[in-house]
């Protein structure tokens, strides 16, 4: 395959990621918004409505052949220069593609594997971007990657829901009486709420369990700033009741700067 067939979104638009990232040294910001293409190319092929289910596997196979055979030259480089590990490329590659045809997770722990593939697997190439040298770096990575990941699925619940997915074990709904075609059709009981809470906790644990070393405090910069944005997005779904079902949370441009500007001014 020629990987000049393959073509990098050009990620219009200003996530979380993508805002974290413009705080980065000139030096590697470049290098960290072509991964951020890459992340966002590979879960738009995921989540494209106007392609069908096996244009969309069949794009992604080519990709997954494209991380052994041959990338495009500058992502090729990418990897080369930062010592990137081609298998992390390839997770994140196979935990979108799950998001194809998006199937019930059973447990918590078939959750926590999709989450590393798709979220830990993104911040463990991140910290070779960023220059971290402490290997503790990638611990705090895989935690955060958890973290973010499930505060995103709380987050998402209803706009999920609309599009037919539910990405809470169905071991934690049917603990709490709670069937998945509820959730499906927005008309969950009350024993919603307590897997909401329990959603919430499990994330709290794992921002408590993401310490960034002090060698790579700074290195870090970034990430600290992805879990300040997220760590004051969980705080306000929990402060309003969790009303995920019928609202998406999100900070404004002002206060996602405030996160920012606090976390420069941080020490370790």
Same mark, same amino acid.
Request: aromatic residues 8%; hydrophobic residues 45%.
């Given at each position: $395959?020629?990987?000049?067939?393959?073509? =990098?979104?050009?990620?219009?638009?200003?996530?979380? #990621?993508?805002?974290? =990232?413009?705080? $980065?040294?000139?030096?590697?910001?470049?290098?960290?918004?072509?991964?951020?293409?890459?992340?966002?190319? /590979?879960?738009?092929?995921?989540?494209?409505?106007? @392609?069908?289910?096996?244009?969309?596997?069949? =794009?992604?196979?080519?990709?997954?052949?494209?991380?052994?055979?041959?990338?495009?030259? &500058?992502?090729?480089?990418?990897?080369?220069? +930062?010592? /990137?590990?081609?298998?992390?490329?390839?997770? /994140?590659?196979?935990?979108?593609?799950?998001? /194809?045809?998006?199937?019930?997770?059973?447990?918590?722990? %078939?959750?926590?594997?999709?989450?590393?593939?798709?979220?830990?697997?993104?911040?463990?190439?991140?910290?070779?971007?960023?220059?971290?040298?402490?290997?503790?770096? %990638?611990?705090?990575?895989? @935690?955060?990657? @958890?973290?973010?990941?499930?505060?995103?699925?709380?987050?998402?619940?209803?706009?999920?829901?609309?599009?037919?997915?539910?990405?809470?074990? =169905?071991? &934690?709904?049917?603990? +709490?009486?709670?069937?998945?075609?509820?959730?499906?059709?927005?008309?969950?009981?009350?024993?919603?709420?307590?897997?909401?809470?329990?959603?919430?906790?499990?994330?709290?644990?794992?921002?408590?369990?993401?310490?960034?070393?002090?060698?790579?405090? +700074?290195?870090?910069?970034?990430?600290?700033?992805?879990?300040?944005?997220?760590?004051?997005?969980?705080?306000?779904?929990?402060?309003?009741?969790?009303?995920?079902? +019928?609202?998406?949370?999100? #900070?404004?441009?002002?206060?996602?700067?405030?996160?920012?500007?606090?976390?420069? #001014?941080?020490? @370790?």
């Amino acid at each position: $395959m020629n990987p000049a067939d393959l073509r =990098l979104t050009d990620a219009q638009g200003v996530s979380n #990621l993508k805002f974290a =990232l413009w705080w $980065m040294p000139q030096s590697r910001r470049q290098d960290a918004l072509l991964f951020y293409r890459f992340c966002r190319t /590979i879960d738009d092929i995921a989540d494209e409505e106007g @392609h069908s289910t096996a244009e969309k596997e069949s =794009l992604l196979s080519k990709w997954l052949e494209a991380v052994e055979t041959g990338l495009p030259a &500058d992502l090729s480089r990418l990897v080369e220069r +930062h010592g /990137i590990e081609r298998r992390l490329l390839a997770e /994140i590659i196979n935990g979108c593609a799950t998001d /194809i045809t998006p199937r019930p997770f059973q447990t918590f722990a %078939d959750l926590e594997a999709y989450c590393w593939k798709v979220a830990c697997a993104v911040g463990l190439i991140s910290v070779r971007i960023f220059g971290c040298v402490d290997p503790l770096s %990638d611990r705090c990575a895989e @935690h955060l990657g @958890h973290a973010l990941q499930l505060t995103n699925i709380l987050r998402d619940i209803g706009e999920d829901a609309r599009r037919g997915r539910v990405y809470i074990p =169905l071991e &934690d709904l049917a603990r +709490h009486g709670v069937d998945a075609s509820q959730v499906l059709a927005l008309t969950p009981g009350d024993g919603f709420s307590a897997v909401l809470s329990e959603l919430a906790a499990r994330a709290r644990a794992r921002f408590a369990a993401a310490q960034f070393p002090p060698r790579d405090f +700074h290195a870090m910069l970034p990430a600290r700033i992805m879990r300040s944005i997220y760590e004051k997005t969980l705080s306000r779904i929990e402060v309003a009741g969790f009303p995920v079902l +019928h609202q998406r949370t999100s #900070l404004g441009s002002l206060e996602k700067l405030a996160c920012a500007a606090l976390t420069c #001014l941080a020490r @370790h």
